[in-house]
Each structure stands twice: as C-alpha cells, then as structure tokens.
C-alpha cells in the first residue's frame, strides 16, 4: 500500500509489516502509511498483526528530523505517540511480532499491543533516550508506566537499561517469546484465536481497563509538544 508499509489482509486478520530496508526508523512518512494502513483495517474490521522486517522491529524516531530544530520535530513526536495511543485503544485486537530489536518510540509502540510476541536472540529491547542524551518524553514515560512491572520500570526509564527479548517479559515489554522462525506463525495463531472474541465487548473492556492510561498519555502528548514547540 506504500514504500514502507505492507498491507496483506488474510480472512479477518490484517498484517501490517514495517520495512524500509534499514532499521524501520519512525520517519513521518513511515507514521503516515501506518495509519493508513490501521485505517485499512478498521474498514475491513480486522485483527490487526503488526511487525517488521528480519531482525529489527523499530529503532525508533527518524533523528535527523528530531535534532533537525525545525517544526517537523515536534509533528512527528506528536504523531508517533499518537499513532501508539490510537493503537492501544484501538477497537480491534492488536498482535505485536517484534522480530528483533525493538528501541526508543519503537519500544513504546511495542508497549502499545495486546498481545507482544518476540523472536528468540541476540536482540535489544530497550527505551534508550537517557543514553543517547535526550530526556524521555512524558508520554513515553506513561507508556511505560502502564505496562512494565514495577521493579523493572525506573531501571528502564531511568537508567535505559538493555533487556534481552527473555529478559523482557519478566519486564513487561513482551509477553511471549518463541524461535524466530515460528514468529510469524505464532502471531498468526494468536490472531485466529483473538478473532473469536466479541469485538465489541473487546472494544469496550479495553477503553475501561485503559482509561486512566489513555487520559495520562493525551495530557502527556500536549505537554510534550508544548515544551518542544517552545524550544525551537
């Protein structure tokens, strides 16, 4: 459906693969097509499985554009956390399959998913803002707060500790972890099944249990951009 985003829907499960042949950053041309592409399933009223290419789910924000000072930093901020707001409370389910290395907005867009499946390796799980000098954003910080366990939550955040794709779970970052080559498979399987719920009881449960969530990333989001928009 684009350059960098694939779109294959198979009966009710629509898979949105990432792939721009590097290390899927999330440039705004890349958070474009992505909604384009949840918006193509959400007409076709499909569980969504979203991945990306061999070995790398997302390195994150593109930095060029991050670092650029201009007004495209903070639009793309604000369009990539909301893009893992819109997918945390999206009405469908939402299958993550990280095949590898998940880092920065490409952690908290793994944090967004129901259900977090990675592939076995050698791969870096991490929110790595502290150690690349720049402070983590409020709304990366809810976030995390609303999916990591409490002993691993300031280890990552603050301390933008590295955890390997086993080391996540225990974390909160993933729920399962299988070889990578049942990944694809697995996340197939996990959408069959998630495919037999009641979507709408599905819908409701998720803006009940997420509210508090939700609210605390859209007050996050405007005070991001307000602090950014200030800066430059």
Avoid: W
């Avoid at 009641?198 to 998720?206: E, F, G, I, L, R």
């Amino acid at each position: 459906m684009g350059t960098l985003v694939a779109y294959r829907l198979d009966d009710s499960i629509a898979t949105i693969t990432m792939d721009d042949g590097k290390v899927n950053v999330l440039s705004p041309m890349m958070l474009a097509e992505l909604n384009e592409a949840l918006d193509r399933a959400l007409e076709d009223r499909a569980v969504v499985v979203l991945t990306g290419r061999e070995g790398i789910f997302s390195a994150g924000f593109d930095l060029s554009v991050l670092r650029s000072g201009g007004p495209e930093a903070p639009a793309m901020l604000g369009a990539g956390f909301l893009l893992a707001e819109r997918i945390l409370s999206f009405p469908t389910p939402v299958v993550i399959a990280c095949p590898g290395h998940a880092i920065a907005m490409g952690v908290f867009l793994l944090l967004s998913g129901d259900y977090r499946v990675g592939a076995a390796g050698s791969h870096k799980i991490t929110a790595n803002e502290v150690a690349i000098g720049l402070p983590i954003p409020r709304a990366a910080v809810e976030l995390c707060r609303q999916r990591l366990a409490p002993a691993q939550f300031n280890r990552a955040v603050i301390l933008a500790e590295v955890f390997s794709p086993d080391d996540a779970v225990a974390a909160g970052f993933l729920d399962r972890v299988v070889p990578a080559s049942d990944l694809g498979e697995t996340a197939r399987s996990l959408a069959a099944q998630l495919a037999t719920l009641d979507m709408n009881a599905h819908a409701v449960s998720k803006l009940r249990v997420r509210d508090h969530a939700l609210k605390a990333i859209r007050v996050a989001i405007e005070a991001d951009d307000a602090e950014m928009r200030a800066s430059t």
